[in-house]
């Protein structure tokens, strides 16, 4: 069982950064891929980056260029770099992880089986 915890949302001005962290109650580096996720009001839960066991990163489209996704192996930590800030990134951000058909990294939520409670971020313009 993988327990994640995250930390690090708050509410910030369009424009500014913030750095999610996501603590894993496992070793997880090079074992499971690993991602962030986001839901806002009424919205699907949607992928925002994801690293594979290989270190591929993968992103979406409305993110690339702005957040990065990294992982700190010596302490069993995901992060996500959040800069220039936007309205439309406030959301709840969750941290998810995975292990079955894991290789590269993926936005598809339904292949992470263990997930944390999530970390709420707020952008106002």
């Known amino acids: 069982q993988v327990q994640l915890v995250e930390s690090g949302g708050g509410s910030v001005q369009a424009g500014r950064s913030l750095r999610l962290s996501c603590a894993a109650s496992v070793y997880t580096y090079r074992r499971y891929c690993m991602g962030w996720f986001r839901q806002a009001p009424g919205k699907e839960r949607e992928g925002v980056a994801a690293?594979?066991?290989?270190?591929?990163?993968t992103y979406a489209s409305s993110v690339k260029g702005r957040f990065t996704i990294s992982q700190d192996n010596a302490n069993d930590t995901l992060y996500l770099q959040m800069n220039s800030l936007k309205p439309e990134d406030g959301a709840m951000y969750y941290c998810?992880?995975?292990?079955?058909?894991?290789?590269?990294?993926?936005?598809?939520?339904?292949?992470?089986?263990?997930w944390g409670q999530g970390t709420q971020v707020t952008v106002s313009s």
């Open positions: 998810a992880a995975y292990t079955v058909g894991c290789s590269g990294g993926t936005l598809n939520k339904a292949m992470y089986k263990y």
């Open positions: 690293i594979g066991t290989n270190g591929r990163t």
